[in-house]
């Protein structure tokens, strides 16, 4: 199993800035590919980005490019994952999820919510206008 726990939510005015944090532990953490999601009040839960566990370039979905980064970092017995948001837009308010997969090929880092097996309890980030 592997634990995920979110930190760094809150209210935030338009262009301002968050981080969330990620904190994942557990079996597997050294082949875990991990992910944001988030999903606002009536809509589907949608991706944001992600990195796998072997590296590579990150991918993010076309409304946070070139706003947001992400970064992992690999400690003996967790495995941190960060969102850095800049310029928020009132439309970023959502519960934002950290998801794990310890099944995906390296170099792949999963872009739909059915590639993960573990999720966070989440953490809201709302932007005000």
């Known amino acids: 199993q592997v634990q995920l726990v979110e930190s760094g939510g809150g209210l935030v005015q338009a262009g301002g800035s968050l981080r969330l944090s990620c904190a994942a532990s557990?079996?597997?953490?050294?082949?875990?590919?991990m992910g944001w999601f988030r999903q606002s009040s009536g809509k589907e839960r949608e991706f944001v980005s992600a990195?796998?566990?072997?590296?590579?370039?990150?991918?993010?979905s076309d409304s946070v490019k070139g706003r947001f980064t992400v970064s992992r970092e690999n400690a003996k017995n967790t495995v941190y994952l960060y969102l850095q948001m800049n310029s928020l837009k009132p439309e970023d308010t959502a519960v934002y999820y950290c998801?794990?997969?310890?099944?995906?090929?390296?170099?792949?880092?999963?872009?739909?919510?059915?590639?993960?097996?573990?999720w966070g309890q989440g953490t809201q980030v709302i932007v005000s206008s």
């Open positions: 557990g079996r597997n953490i050294n082949v875990l590919s």
């Open positions: 998801a794990a997969s310890d099944n995906l090929p390296p170099g792949i880092p999963g872009t739909t919510a059915v590639e993960y097996d573990y």
């Open positions: 990195i796998s566990w072997s590296g590579g370039s990150p991918d993010f």
